[in-house]
């Protein structure tokens, strides 16, 4: 244990060898913790932390981890369970770790000492708190309530089993002596009885739905598969004959087809509307396209006249360009005057500045030398009266310059005093100095502006005057704006009639191509025409129509059309005998589908109808049919198909209830099976309910149980009590007061506890003998309730106790804090606790 409540430091308690030991010690020395430690090391829990939800209580005070490891053996293996706990930054505290793992055979336990890993001490069983619950009831064989019941007793539930309600003292039975087998065997039973009713209604609702797989209803089946059969090999015999019926009113037919499509060609031989005027039409419009053209030449010759006046009469742009430096001549002309003026007044202005500047530069010179005539003044006073002019710089507290003494008052200088005087004169002549600067500077910057201005005036006057001579030179050979402008008006009008006349040629240049499009669609319709004829004449070649002259259309088609209705009034008599072949070929098809029809009827089957697409020669022509008048087309082939397709289907259904009747047989078998097998399942479910066999048994274990504790407690009490049970409940035999039997719950708590040790010793000693599971219970360890008892009855506690260890099957273990019980217990292990954590030390053996 390493910080698991009071044992904050590590310790390791070994009981190897403790065959029957004591943990003693002063109350809250931590002996109850010791077996906490083993059973929060299995279960994750301890009986008194009230349940999961308490593993707070496991970690010591201020400490952030426990760690707790148990070794122990059970039927003959050896295990190890660990547990770790922490809290987190929170506060929280969980599980951080949980294994159990299978030592191999001879592992040297001493080396869990060192801090080996989890992985090295064997085999692993469990390594999560889900898996540690399933491996630990599998290793120990008891659930946790069980095992805090019967192996270690913890202080307050020693007497839980005495004072048990029957129910669940009869469960704690039926875990530990492993009869929850009957439980389950009586649960596959009835399980597997109402499967086999659910079956069993299934089969039933399958044998319903199969009533008609009679053998009476297979025969039958059969005898109408003979009858298609026959009816098949019948039809293929007949197909031939309407087959040749078929292919006679088909070569029929055709021939009438052939005068029909003959008649409706030569039919179609017609003159066209228009043939007549396509010629005219034609002559029109070449000869409007060739007056169109005549026009395009007279107007494209205008046009070429007019374009040579307007070269010969001048450039336009260079016109506009002179009268535009007659223009800017006139504005520069009118400009110069301002700009001269401009001019002279920025001289003007520059002269008086610089006159000006002039004079402000005398009165900065005169105040200067003011200025230095009152510095030598101030000077000479200085000298004349030193002892003033000290006391211009001496302050109260400082050291006169003179005497070295500390000045405490400063003396004022004098009203009439020639340094006063002199400062004030050297004053005011500073600031007219000053004053003088500052008007010579303004001055000086008003100068220099002006005269930028007057040099930037002086440049523009240049340029104007520039610009000026240029206009001049530019228009020196220039006849004059009047006869210009009268040149310039000549080339509009010229600009004019070229326009107009482009116009005109454009106009009949659209006609032209408009009168030329005319003659092309004349054409093109001449030609399309005499394409048509051709086609009409082509498609009836073959009758040798008379030859067409390719000069007169109207003519060729005349001809044509009158040789065609010739022909037509020769073929119509040739159509009506075909006519009546074609009938009387269908009357004979009609004949041979009313015997194949009537194959269908005696058969019993419906005849089929036409198939998809199908169709007769003479379908153009109904005829009355004694049958469906869609069976009267059908194909040979559908006719095969469709007696092979009944065929088929009575086939299909014969053998479908024939496989109907067999299922309907092996379903009878199954339900007599699960007849069987439900009754077998009821009656085993009824042996083995709770109220029968189960109780039964729990009873003869209870008799056993209560046989063990009563002699245990009559050794306990000097003979005075005996226990027995009756219905579940416990009672005790007083033979100090006549054989009165009382309920146990009247009993002291010297005799409880006397009690309940019998119960937990009968227990111990018989479980192993009763039980069917892998709980052996091959060790016991109370803490309970021995400073109640007096000193006979602990000594015959003690004696029971020495008894029951001396038989060498089980470890028994005591804690006590009565020296006069520890002392004659072999083997002690003395817990005591410090400041900081308890410890354990063993004595004895």
Known sequence: MAGF?????????DFTDADYFALVGPTGSGKSTVLDAITFALYGTVPRWGGARGIGNALAPSATEARVRLVF??????????????????????????????????????????????????????????????AVLHAVGLPFEQFTSCVVLPQGQFADFLHAKPATRQQILVNLLGLHVYEEVQTKATGRAQTAEGKLAVVDQNLAGLADATDEAVEEAQAHLVRMRELTTAVEQAVPGLRDKRAAEEAAAAKRDELDAELRQLGSVRTPAGSVETAGVTAAARATAAEAADEVRAAEEKEEKVRGELAAAGDAGSLSLMLDRHAELQRLTGQEEWFAGEVSVADVEHKDAVAALELAHSEHLGAAQLLEQARLDYTEAQRTDRAAALR???????????????VTTVPAVPEGSAVRAAEAAGKAARAAAEAAEQAWKQRDAVARKLESNLERKRAQYEHHLSRLAEARAAVAESPGVEALQRRLDELSRLQKHLDQAASSVRTARAAHRKAQAAVVAAEEQQRTAWREFDAVRDGVARFSPPPADRDDLAGAWSTLASWAADLVVSRRSARTSADEAVAAAHQATLATISDISDLFVAAGVPAPLRSSGAGSPSASRPSPSPHNSDFSSISEADLIRAAAVAAERAEAAWKRLDDR????AELTEQRMTLQRESRVAKALAGHLRANNFERWLLEEALDLLVGGASRILRELTGGQYDLIHDKGEFFVIDHHDAGLRRGVRT????????????????????????????????????????GTLDAATLDVVAATLES????????????????????????RFEVRKDARTAHVERVGL
């Open 392 to 406: 211009a710089h001496l302050v109260a507290g400082d050291h006169c310059p003179v005497c070295e003494q500390t």
């Open 73 to 134: 053996e059970s039927a003959g293996d050896r295990y190890v369970a660990t547990r770790v706990v922490r809290r987190d930054g929170r506060g929280n505290v969980k599980t951080a770790g949980a294994g159990l793992q299978l030592m191999p055979p001879g592992f040297d336990v001493t080396k869990l000492d060192t801090g080996m890993d989890l992985d090295d001490l064997g085999e692993v069983l469990a390594g999560t708190p889900a898996e540690m619950d399933e």
């Open 747 to 786: 009993l002291s708590g010297g005799e409880t506890f006397q009690a309940s040790l019998a119960l937990a010793l009968a227990l111990s000693e018989q479980l192993a003998g009763m039980s069917t599971t892998a709980a052996s219970l091959e060790s016991i360890v109370l803490d309970e309730g021995f």
């Open 804 to 827: 029951l260890a001396a038989r060498g099957d089980r470890m028994v273990g005591v804690v006590t804090h009565v020296n006069a019980l520890a002392e004659r217990v072999p083997v």
């Open 5 to 13: 409540t009071v044992f904050r430091d590590e310790t390791t308690v």
């Open 661 to 664: 009747r067999a299922s309907a």
